[in-house]
């Protein structure tokens, strides 16, 4: 089974680290193609550098072979309703995977990403796939997606631990999800700290998407999924008339 | 790894049906122990019968060796909450596996369950897990349980065919949820008929387990999932004062 | 009218409690019968003490005579809806009975229960019931269910009389639920000293039944509480196949 | 007890019929005086009647005595929140009694009120009382409220009656609310016939308000329902600037 | 185009700052027509007021000339769909419209009115408008709503600034809409004190008129905004039966 | 004023028709400025065109100079939320305006689009902005985007009708919204034929981009709308580890 990994941004350490994530994680027959679209920004902090990431996501599977599912690796979840037009495979974004899974291990979870202004955007995505209910909060620990590279920094993780550790304690949830596909090689430690299920979105949605491949299940593609439509011959311009 | 599958319900013969499906889909290392309650109704009908099984379910896990993960094969989830509290490993109805992984390869999708009075009980547990406004309508075959047990009924499969492809029309859904453990043996028969994605809850539900499992994640014992209190001595009696 | 006033736990303290709340409160030509199932847990703390208690309670039942009405006297309301299907008469859960109430008098309102870990129960029924948003918050004296069982235990008055304050300060609700059957005594002295009103269940329950049998409606019995139906003769066992 | 029943409306032949179906069902201690404002339109079909009647509510409650219980007698809950500031005891409209009762006996029910345009707003109240996920549907029957005044008129009852087995057909609901104060004397004859429970809003407020008031409890005057304050001295008048 | 903008309370100082507003940010064609109505409370604090005010708003405007949109100036939207049925153009309330265009500026707004007794009604109404979500939250600045209407009273508009600074922080919202139409003069000074956007709900809803006016588009009259029904001739009068 | 009209998709028969359209409506002193960007999709059919089309988009506005004001004209409300961080003035995308509109004008509106594939995209962003329980439906005319580009096409526009009376007819709505921008020139012919208003989004965004800019609001930038960060110098590149 060969799954490919996009970090829809083009920070190639990330990369790496969801990467190594990714292969640890993984079924002995699984194959981890992970990547990052190169002219993506660097890190997708709002909106705006969404709608990028997601357009040179698309342009780079469009380019790329053939996998049987496809995972992406912004918590966001960038891009994954356009990918899901494109492929046939199944195709999970690691926001979604781990909001699900969070809601199968306990009555409550909050999510901790970066920084605020992705707080409205995770909100609206946890509204969209109706487990707000189950998510008593989101918080931002104020780091940068970029400060998160380096796995053995443990000013970073302390920055994190402390922030978990107040957010469980507001929301009085028992399970915590972490709300940046850079925080992925903090997650173990995190949940040894904390004594409560730490659900990491890239694990999750790897583990997930070989589920849906090993269970021969696809992408509908009779509604809303289906391929796009191909357009009549070009007439396009830029038109300031 | 370890699998409880348990069906809630007494059938044997629908046991032996879900363990051939949980057996043909599980991982090589994965070992899958199929059982079902002694002294449970025959099938779960409504929820009298659910309250029963459920309380018959918690005695035959009390009684059995442990396990990495568990399966509640019913489809109304059925005591799913509270075997969370008794366990430690991650536990997952077929229902809520069914559903979840809907949402993740279409826009909308329908449930096709057995008999008319399930229907609100369905309803609500697709409110409950947040995903209501995703489940297009709840839909009854109007065949008992129990008239499913044969995988070569060729009446019973195409009762399921016909009002499978009448309730996609009406809702105008990309997937289709299964919604009776009973119908397992059906699945992959009715996709390949449909031409959408027929989610099996039986089989989903042991995929989505092992990928818990295989995660390192466990059921959170710090909130509404914690280890049953112990009580103080019985002073118990049928009182009629 | 014969009201059966079912504690689905085994307290018989407890149940003592709740009858004489019960037969004070109820008009005079209702004939009130307390009981509690023996073999239940003794008290009901989560969701697994729920579903041993649900059992007991329908064999209890199955066991007992006749009544017109029935009242669940668990906050949780502990196997209400199967008991609905049992039964002709109506049959109210004192968390349902005092939340609906609470909204024909308060704009607003808010609950206390005895444990952190019977919340999410709570807060889910509340959704259920469609009373969530109305619901400003459910909150936990942490006081275990069986230390209220003596109605002079100034202590435990005191305790809860302190956290009420809070959360109507906290939640600025105009209502106070009373989020546990065993508080039913301590209700009255509550409501006098917070100047507020405090709706206990098992009184609310037992008027509202008395209301819906003298308007002579019963449980409806075509859809989702339609009686069980009966099975095929058994063929159960233990199968670890 | 005195409870007093208003329709808002300015119609004898309903108030009076409203008035036989509370004495009918209240308490033999219960007092039941039955008023309708003078002034207020003759039926209340739509927004602006609505309007108009509450204002007139409160002016005939402002001038009557006191009692014990109030009952609002039109299914859009005229002017309710309103008065429940002006009195101290409980206040039920009979839209909101009905739908409250009817989750009490059934999973789920449908409203039959009398014109299409009252539909939106029984819409807007079920879900603002939380009760429209229970509510399968609101439908007219196409009959003028005026209409219904008479009991013994055997062609309104068939109309109903037909448009309720139409309703509960299409919607699948196991319980019928009859959504106007004028369908009262209608309610059991129709119970019989269409073997369901069949809600009549002005019996079942009238019992539930009983209930409130033989529970000691009052509306809440510490937020939304608190008195009204009194205003500075008038400086009134038209201004047209 | 003639846009009637009424107050529904009959304070002539609000009344007069409600015109200056509406007149300063009208399009140059645009002729304001502020009205207040005799006879109706001072100011509306509370569901009882609202009433009153609702009655004597759609008695002004049924002895007024014809305008083409109309404006009611009160936060709470007293009486807006009673107007509605009333009239052709365009009728929109203050509160509903200063919603609406916190939503197309900012991802969370919070609600800032005069006094706790106001909260409930603007949530409800938040909710009805479909709102609430992203509406964090709706606070009181304790200050009663007739103290509001000096323009250059430096003491209120402190008490404003201070009570919504302390609202943004605390709900993390990006907008701040001004729950009371006699807040509408201190709207700008306030934005530019907090650096975020200010709505008012008159100027807001004077321009939201305008251009639906210009647009042609009417209130819908073939449903619950149809104009009322004449009744058959009168058979009103107070009954005591 | 200035007010930037972008057409998301890069037709250019589709930018002049919604050119027209918000010329024809804007107010004397506004100046349209109607553009489309080249490389974008010709039509925008799904997700994976709103993708690159949102793309486009941005880089298009980075190369034109300021406006007081932006209209995204696409029914999808494609990119709106990038746009919206990009700018300080206010950004409207036509959906949200058609919809904010329709709840201005009736109870319940309903929705008809060009293909069945944009009926999830449209229903989920009608939930995020909260309006989705007033829109009681959304439909498709099936008729390609394309298709629509002339505005003389009868046979087009009698498609629609007849849909539209269809759609009004079962879903019992007072008001239309047409869900497509190239729908634009048939509005006010078929609000004539249909007697119910229908709402254009593309000139109800210019009036309502028009009444924002007017009362001085601009884009929050304190939250989920803030300026894009700038990102530490590149380090991007493809990566296929």
Same mark, same amino acid.
């Given at each position: 089974?060969r799954i490919r990994v996009i970090n829809?941004?083009?920070?190639?350490?990330?990369?790496?680290?969801?990467?190594?994530?990714?292969?640890?994680?993984?079924?002995?027959?699984?194959?981890?193609?992970?990547?990052?679209?190169?002219?993506?920004?660097?890190?997708?902090?709002?909106?705006?550098?969404?709608?990028?990431?997601?357009?040179?996501?698309?342009?780079l599977v469009e380019e790329s072979g053939?996998?049987?599912g496809f995972v992406v690796a912004c918590?966001?979840?960038?891009? !994954? &309703? =356009?990918?899901?037009?494109? /492929?046939?495979?199944?195709?999970?974004?690691? +926001?979604?995977?781990?909001?699900?899974?969070? *809601?199968?291990?306990?009555?409550?979870?909050?999510?901790?990403?970066?920084?605020?202004?992705?707080?409205?955007?995770?909100?609206?995505?946890?509204?969209?796939?109706?487990?707000?209910?189950?998510?008593?909060?989101?918080?931002?620990?104020?780091?940068?997606?970029?400060?998160?590279?380096?796995?053995?920094?443990?000013?970073?993780?302390?920055?994190?631990?402390?922030?978990?550790?107040?957010?469980?304690?507001?929301?009085?949830?028992?399970?915590?999800?972490?709300?940046?596909?850079?925080?992925?090689?903090?997650?173990?430690?995190?949940?040894?700290?904390?004594?409560?299920?730490? !659900? &990491? =979105?890239?694990?999750?949605? /790897?583990?997930?998407?070989?589920?849906?491949? +090993?269970?021969?299940?696809?992408?509908?593609? *009779?509604?809303?999924?289906?391929?796009?439509?191909?357009?009549?011959?070009?007439?396009?311009?830029?038109?300031?008339?």
């Amino acid at each position: 089974m060969r799954i490919r990994v996009i970090n829809p941004n083009s920070s190639l350490p990330m990369t790496r680290a969801i990467e190594a994530t990714a292969r640890e994680i993984c079924a002995d027959g699984t194959v981890i193609e992970a990547c990052c679209p190169p002219g993506s920004p660097l890190s997708i902090e709002g909106h705006s550098d969404g709608v990028l990431a997601a357009h040179h996501m698309l342009k780079l599977v469009e380019e790329s072979g053939p996998a049987d599912g496809f995972v992406v690796a912004c918590f966001d979840d960038t891009g !994954v &309703d =356009g990918l899901r037009e494109r /492929v046939s495979g199944p195709v999970l974004g690691i +926001g979604e995977a781990a909001m699900h899974a969070a *809601t199968m291990l306990a009555c409550r979870f909050s999510i901790l990403t970066t920084l605020k202004r992705s707080i409205p955007i995770i909100e609206d995505n946890a509204s969209r796939y109706g487990l707000g209910a189950r998510c008593k909060g989101v918080h931002a620990a104020n780091i940068p997606v970029l400060a998160l590279e380096n796995e053995n920094d443990d000013h970073a993780f302390s920055v994190i631990r402390e922030a978990a550790a107040a957010v469980l304690e507001k929301d009085g949830s028992d399970a915590l999800v972490l709300g940046c596909g850079g925080m992925t090689h903090f997650a173990r430690r995190l949940g040894d700290t904390l004594g409560i299920p730490v !659900v &990491d =979105g890239v694990s999750t949605a /790897v583990k997930f998407v070989e589920a849906l491949v +090993g269970l021969g299940l696809k992408t509908g593609k *009779t509604g809303g999924y289906a391929f796009p439509l191909s357009k009549t011959p070009p007439q396009t311009g830029k038109e300031h008339v």
